[in-house]
C-alpha cells in the first residue's frame, strides 16, 4: 500500500477525487440538479463536506500509525486546505444566497444568531492554518509552534460539529449529527490514548530512578 500511496500519480488523484463534490455542485447548478431550494443545498453541502474533510484530516494520523502506511502524511496538507475550500464555499453562499453580500446585515445576524457565530468562529480558526499550510510557514515559525497552532483543528473541529448540531436542532433531525460526533469522538479518543501510552512507555520503572545522561 506505501508503494501504491507514494506513486507520483496518488496525489493529483486524491487532488481529482476532492474536487468531485465541487464539479457535482456546479454541475447541479447548470441543469438545474440542486432541488426546490439550490441556494439551501449549495449552503448545506458545502457544510456537510467541510465537515467530512475535516474527519478525513483528523483520520489520517491514526490510520498512518496503526496501519503503517506512511505514506498518508504526504495528502493531510492537500486534504486540510480541502475542508478550508468548502468552508470558503460554505460561506460564500450563505453570504450570497442568504444575505446578498449586504456586510452590515451579515455582521448582525453573526452576532444575533449562536450556531452562525459558532461556525464562524470556526472559520476563522482554519484560516491562519490554512495560511500556514506551506514549507515557508513552518521554517518561518519553527516546527513547535507550528504544530501547536495546528492543534487547533481539534477545537475547529468541536466547532464545526455544535455548529451542524445547532443547525439540525430547528428541525429536530439530530441522526447525522450523532454519526459526527461518534466519529470525532473516536479521532479524538485516540490521541488521548496515544498521547498517555507515550507518556506511560516513556516513565521509568516504579522504584527504579531514571539515570541522569551528562
Not at 9 to 28: N, R, S, T
Not at 172 to 180: L, S, T
Not at 191 to 198: M, P
Request: glycine share 8%; proline share 5%; net charge positive.
Amino acid at each position: 500500500m506505501n508503494k501504491l500511496l507514494l506513486h507520483p500519480a496518488a496525489k493529483p488523484l486524491i487532488f481529482v477525487l476532492c474536487l468531485l463534490p465541487f464539479a457535482w455542485m456546479v454541475y447541479g447548478a447548470f441543469t438545474n440538479g440542486l432541488g426546490a431550494n439550490p441556494a439551501e443545498y449549495l449552503i448545506r453541502k458545502n457544510g456537510d463536506w467541510t465537515l467530512r474533510f475535516i474527519c478525513i484530516v483528523l483520520a489520517v494520523t491514526p490510520l498512518r500509525v496503526m496501519t503503517k502506511w506512511n505514506g498518508l502524511a504526504r495528502f493531510r496538507r492537500m486534504l486540510g486546505l480541502f475542508a478550508y475550500f468548502y468552508v470558503v464555499l460554505h460561506l460564500l453562499s450563505y453570504s450570497w444566497f442568504d444575505m446578498g453580500f449586504e456586510l452590515g446585515d451579515i455582521a448582525k445576524d453573526i452576532a444575533k444568531r449562536p450556531f452562525i457565530l459558532v461556525g464562524f468562529t470556526g472559520f476563522l480558526l482554519l484560516t491562519p492554518l490554512a495560511a500556514t499550510s506551506f514549507n515557508r510557514a513552518i521554517k518561518a515559525m519553527g516546527a513547535k509552534r507550528w504544530q501547536l497552532l495546528h492543534k487547533l483543528v481539534y477545537v475547529i473541529s468541536g466547532l464545526g460539529l455544535l455548529h451542524f448540531f445547532w443547525m439540525r436542532a430547528g428541525k429536530n433531525n439530530f441522526n447525522e449529527v450523532f454519526i459526527y460526533a461518534a466519529i470525532i469522538g473516536v479521532l479524538l479518543a485516540w490521541r488521548v490514548w496515544n498521547y498517555a501510552s507515550k507518556k506511560i512507555g516513556a516513565a521509568p520503572p516504579a522504584g527504579r530512578p531514571q539515570l541522569s545522561k551528562r
